[in-house]
């Protein structure tokens, strides 16, 4: 086995001691339905003593993902209602989703776009299909975004990038432009000089939002690869999702936050598990997330609040979802302090 490359099949795991002989046949139908991948850096990074360990539960198939719920569903948030053309969602009137791929490096077991993405997802799009997504943000003045996810966009060459990069820059209107990638965190080293430059290449304002779940994905290695991109100009923002067994304790999150803030990331969406098929396990209820993230107040530094986020299923949009500090009690408002003490406002002395 080549420790230099992901782990990609169920035999590869048990080889690796990730999983354990006897679960093979169950993972093996897990790999028949969903894309696997486990990055050596991600694997490395696994306890292999600990059965519940945050890190494998991301990225290690289980037979749990064979089960779904009715509530589920193969586009949860909506993505496909939005696709005027191949590879573009746009679902808000300033902003578009630029999906030019959809490999990645990891594959997370709870990924909301987990029939799309992988070896039998809908791959890399066609220089046609690249056309058409460009000439639609071109003739789309309103855009003033564009946010390349798929897929993960930092999979892809620094000279691919660099030629998707070269088109956005001749579209004015367009002037910010966002990474969506889990590549710093699980494949730190491809965060060289060359991918560097390719993501700044197109000469407007670039954003990296970062994809990652538990404070111990931020190692030495990913540290330093986000700092070589802060330190390039590139401003980056976070991302997470909500897991059960995975961040959904108030220590581990504000470890997470407070990582991110360490490592000049500004903790941005902090998710709800979306309704994917065969997650179920992942998904603790809105109002446990509620109190999760309204324990971080007062606990943590304001820098390392995320906003709670819930992507409503069919499209809808995004949705803060609290925790509510207001409250109408008739005659005025009540408002919650960070140790859960009531006062009115305006004080009534
Ligand atoms: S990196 Fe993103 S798109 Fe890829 S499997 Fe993970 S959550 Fe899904």
């Not at 590869?12 to 894309?35: K, M, N, S, T």
């Not at 330093?224 to 897991?243: K, T, Y």
């Not at 803030?261 to 396990?281: C, M």
């Amino acid at each position: 086995m080549n420790a230099l490359r992901p782990l990609r099949t169920p035999a590869e795991l048990v080889e690796a001691g990730l999983v354990a002989p006897d679960e093979l046949a169950g993972i093996e139908r897990v790999a028949e339905r969903y894309a696997v991948a486990v990055s050596p850096a991600m694997a490395a990074l696994i306890d292999r003593s600990d059965p519940n360990d945050p890190i494998a539960r991301q990225f290690v198939p289980d037979a749990a993902e064979l089960t779904t719920t009715p509530e589920e569903r193969a586009d949860p948030i909506g993505d496909l209602a939005h696709s005027p053309v191949e590879g573009i969602v746009h679902r808000y009137p300033d902003r578009v989703l630029l999906k030019a791929v959809h490999v990645c490096p990891v594959y997370c077991r709870f990924c909301f776009r987990r029939e799309m993405v992988g070896p039998q997802g809908l791959g890399t799009l066609s220089t046609e299909a690249m056309d058409k997504a460009f000439a639609y943000i071109a003739a789309h003045p309103q855009i003033w975004e564009v946010i390349l996810t798929g897929g993960d966009p930092l999979v892809l060459s620094p000279r691919r990038l660099a030629e998707i990069m070269q088109r956005l820059s001749a579209i004015d209107h367009v002037k910010i432009v966002r990474f969506h990638t889990r590549v710093p965190v699980v494949e730190p080293e491809r965060v060289d000089e060359a991918l560097i430059a390719a993501l700044k290449a197109s000469g407007k304002t670039a954003y990296v939002a970062l994809h990652a779940n538990h404070p111990r994905e931020l190692t030495p290695e990913a540290r330093a690869a986000c700092a070589r991109l802060v330190d390039s100009g590139i401003v980056m923002i976070s991302q997470s999702v909500l897991l059960k067994g995975v961040n959904d304790d108030p220590d581990t999150l504000a470890a997470l936050m407070r990582a991110f803030v360490e490592t000049r990331i500004k903790p941005y969406y902090l998710h709800h598990p979306d309704l994917a098929p065969g997650t179920s396990h992942f998904r603790l209820s809105i109002e446990e997330g509620r109190a999760l993230v309204a324990s971080l107040r007062g606990r943590i530094s304001g820098l390392c609040q995320p906003t709670y986020i819930l992507d409503i299923p069919g499209g809808h949009g995004k949705a803060v979802i609290g925790p509510d500090a207001l409250r109408d009690n008739g005659s005025g408002c009540m408002v919650t302090d960070f140790r859960g003490g009531e006062h009115a406002y305006p004080p009534s002395e």
